[in-house]
Each structure stands twice: as C-alpha cells, then as structure tokens.
C-alpha cells in the first residue's frame, strides 16, 4: 500500500484578508487534490508580509509532503512570495535566464522595466512551472509549489504541475441523501461510524427545494470493500427508519 | 487613538479540504470584519480533528484580539468543535438549561434525541449567540466566537455578535483602476508605496471586457489625510504617464 500524500494551502495577499477579492482558489485545489489522491489538511491565508508569509510556509513545508501557495508573484511591490520562499529555504533568488530569455521575446526594451523583470526572479534550484500562455512562471523548489493568485492561471499551472506529484491511494467516496433532518439520525450515524473505524462519515444538511431541511450523507474510505461495508449499514439504518423514498 | 482590533478566523471542516463543499463564510466575514474596522491577520481551515482544531485555535486566540469559528456546532459524531473549544480553555461542557429549555419547547420527546440534545451543549461561561430563527446556538467565549457552518445561520450570528465587539480605527480605503498593465506602472507605484509608509497600496490585475489586462490599484490607511496624499500620488503618476481616461 503507497503511503498517504498530503498538503497544505498557503494563500498569500492582503486582499483575501481584507474580503476586497473572494478566493476561489482553495476550493478548486481541494478538488483537485482529491482526485488525485492527495489529502488537503489545512489551508492557511496570510497577508503580504513577509514574517507571517515565512512562519505559515515553514509550518506546513515540515507538517505535509507538498504546499501549494496562491498569490505574491507578479510585479509589483506587494508581490513578495518568491522572496520569502527563498529565504525559508535559504537559498539565492535572482533573474532566472531561461525566463529572461523568453521575457526579453515577449517585451521590448521600454517594456522591460525593473517592475517586470520582478517576475523573472526565481529562487535558486527551483523547477518552473510554465507554459506558452503563462507570463510569469510558477516554480516547484523542494516540496513547495508556488503559483499565481489569478484563478485562470493557478488552474494552469495547477495541470503542470499535477503529474509530477506523488499520489497516495485514493480516498473513495459515496454520498447518499438521508430524507431527514440531522438530528434525526444523527443517534444511529454515530454507532455506525463508531463501528467503521476505517471510514470517514460525514452529514451536512441542506434546505431542499421546498425549504425543506434534508442531509447529505458522505462515506469515504481508502479501502473500497469498507466503504461499501459502512455505506450498507448506513442505507440499512434509513431504510429501518423508513427514511429512503 | 484607539487600539487596533485583529482578528483570526478558523474554518473547520472536512468537506471543505475534501472540496465537496466550497467555503463561502470566509469572504463573507472578511468583508464583516474591514466594515467594522476589525483587521482581519490570518485564516485557517482544519480537519473536525480534535488535535488540529485545538492547535489552530490556540495559535490564533493567542495571537489576535478575537477569532472566528465556522462549523462543528450540528448534532452528529463530526460536530466537535464545541468540545475542542471547551477542551482549549480548560472548562467543563453540559447542557445549557437555557438552550435546553427551549429545545424542549421546540421538539418533541421524541425529537429530542442525543443527537439534538448534543447541540445543547455549551461550554461553561460561555455566552450564547443565539435568536428566534438560529435552532443550535452559537457562543461567545474569551475572545473566541464560535458559530454555525451553514453560510445563512452564520451570516445572521456575525449580525448578533458584531455589536458586542471591540472595533478599531476604521481602515479607509479607496480605488483607481489604472487602465495599465501591472507592470507597466510597478516601479513608480512601489516609489510610492515607499514614500507614503502609513498607507498600504495594493495593485490587482484583471482583464476588462475586452479580455485586456488592466489594474485595480487600492490605496488604504486608517488616516484619511494620509490615504489622500497616497492617492493623489497614485492619480499624479497615472497621470504622467497618460494613463487615465
């Protein structure tokens, strides 16, 4: 059996924290990650300042076998991730010539000022991760992966980067719609989740279309034959209190 | 001048690691908390793992004037958060007889099962964050608020607890969209940023209708004067370089 792979999220930039922008990235990398086997288990958001940047990185760079960063990469005076990944690992970060080259096809010489070329500084040993499409690249340096904040490009990158990754098993999962509001059942959910150790169970409760409260029911498990195990006891447990339709 | 007021929030829950269900409270409090001149420094998302919740929430209640729970708080075996911040302030957990007397006005004797009664369980001193329309309550306790993962019943305890907080000097903010590329107005803005310390200013690019990259430039501060010298910095440089319509 592979080992289980794990991660943390580091969302960088003032504006997450300030609600002044909506993240949408750490929703995507948590599916994202799911589906290839790699268990998110924690996300952090911390500002452009490079101590918190620098404490919340290493705490989950020693904690899980990748971080994924969004945000702090681009031109600007605020845009400090790269930096602060070099000195958390303590390591050199000047003009990467391979990005200087293809920057000084994309830009002229007027266009190529000191603010651009702030996104060719990558930290020394890191691995990019680009593309035709992508301006400033993202890079891999040991178990981190540091990517842009703007959606559309972290997805990008996001595909780069995923075949490179280890992956663990998969963890399955089978969700079931319990017609019941959760406090109905949430006596017998918890024998049987007691009694399937190796499984996860969890309830979350929705209004219906009537405004109705109803509850999802999701089994998860790495192991297909107790997840079905633990997911017959469940549809056993509503059946019993007539709760399917 | 008053203090500045900070603030943590801490996301607990699996099916938002696991993607399943995408966080929509954090962007929500976020923007709560700069409308009532509460800083917002740091988020986290953990598992409904007791040793994860109570690290977390030790890391930021020690830090930060105030943190903000979201979910753990509905009746089934996952909903802990309850206990691990009992657990966290070293105090006892039972039920509430006021929650408890009207869960009894509310539900039936047979409704009122161990799971429902669960969500009576409140930690000791704690004060409740509660109205006609919240079933499980909320609680205040030390400078942790811990409320409901559901966005709407969150929503509506952020609106009980708001007034009872501290808050801090307003931060001031105010936007130009700079009909430029981020890198083509780096430089001069980081000048800027660097001459006017009290302030901090923000460049966010986006692509305008026409799928052109253009930039959103925040200027913030909690003094107006100060902000308004930055700003007028900022429109002067846009200006100089014939940038504004």
Do not use: W
Not at 181 to 205: F, K, Q, V
């Amino acid at each position: 059996m592979r080992d289980i792979v794990t991660a943390g999220i580091l969302v960088i930039g003032d504006e997450i924290l300030s609600g002044r922008t909506k993240d949408k990235n750490i929703g995507f990398i948590a599916e994202y990650l799911t589906n290839i086997a790699i268990d998110l288990r924690e996300v952090r958001v911390v500002a452009d300042d490079e101590d918190a940047i620098i404490e919340a990185l290493d705490a989950l760079r020693n904690r899980y076998t990748y971080v994924f960063t969004t945000g702090g990469i681009g031109p600007t005076h605020d845009d400090i991730t790269a930096d602060c990944v070099a000195k958390a690992f303590g390591v050199g970060i000047g003009y990467h010539p391979e990005v200087l080259a293809r920057f000084r096809e994309r830009f002229s010489e007027a266009e190529l000022n000191e603010a651009r070329l702030r996104m060719t500084r990558i930290p020394d040993g890191a691995e990019l991760i680009q593309s035709a499409t992508i301006i400033a690249p993202g890079f891999k340096i040991g178990n981190v992966i540091v990517m842009a904040g703007v959606p559309s490009i972290m997805q990008a990158m996001m595909d780069i980067v995923a075949p490179k990754l280890k992956s663990g098993v998969k963890m399955l999962s089978e969700s079931i719609q319990a017609n019941a509001r959760e406090g109905d059942i949430g006596g017998p959910l918890r024998a049987i989740a007691e009694a399937h150790p190796d499984t996860m169970i969890g309830s979350y409760p929705f209004l219906d279309e009537e405004r109705k409260p109803n509850t999802n029911l999701v089994v998860r498990s790495r192991d297909s034959e107790k997840l079905q195990q633990a997911m017959g006891a469940v549809k056993q447990m509503l059946a019993e209190l007539n709760l399917t339709k």
